[in-house]
């Protein structure tokens, strides 16, 4: 949202659609955007490549959710999008155990930041901030993110 301040203002300004603006961030940057590894069961041809039986592969759940088949505009942010049916939290029997509580958690962590600091700003350009991937290689998240709780960062 800090790349967007005009969707981070309009979500502000109604802090009762979290719920469908969180749907939404998930979609656009979720912080898993790859699955663990899989294996290709028998040969599976893509793209005009054949992926062999037994070979390793590991898909980009990032560019399921950046579909243009399934979303119209996907590189757009846009927290009022309507049927966000994303897969940041993986699907069938590969789905979250914990993404209803990740949700609720979401939905109650946004909320309370903005009642409580509703001129929230970073505090430090966002070229500055390191992406850091915990495990290795399917989570992502910031390291730190340092900000002020009133005044503006000069830009």
Known sequence: M???PD????????PVSISTALAELLRYDAPVPQST????????????MTIPARAQVIICLAATNRDAQ???????LHLGRAEVHHLAFGHATHFCLGAALGRVEGQLALGALFRRFPRLRIAVPLEELYWAHGDGLVLRGLSELPFMPGSA???
Do not use: M, S, T
Request: charged residues 25%; proline residues 6%; hydrophobic residues 40%.
């Open 7 to 14: 969707q981070l203002a309009a979500l502000r300004a109604d």
């Open 2 to 4: 800090l790349r967007h």
């Open 37 to 48: 590894f899989r294996y290709a069961c028998e040969p599976v041809e893509i793209g005009g």
């Open 153 to 155: 960062l000069a830009r």
């Open 70 to 76: 399934r979303y119209a505009q996907p590189e757009l």
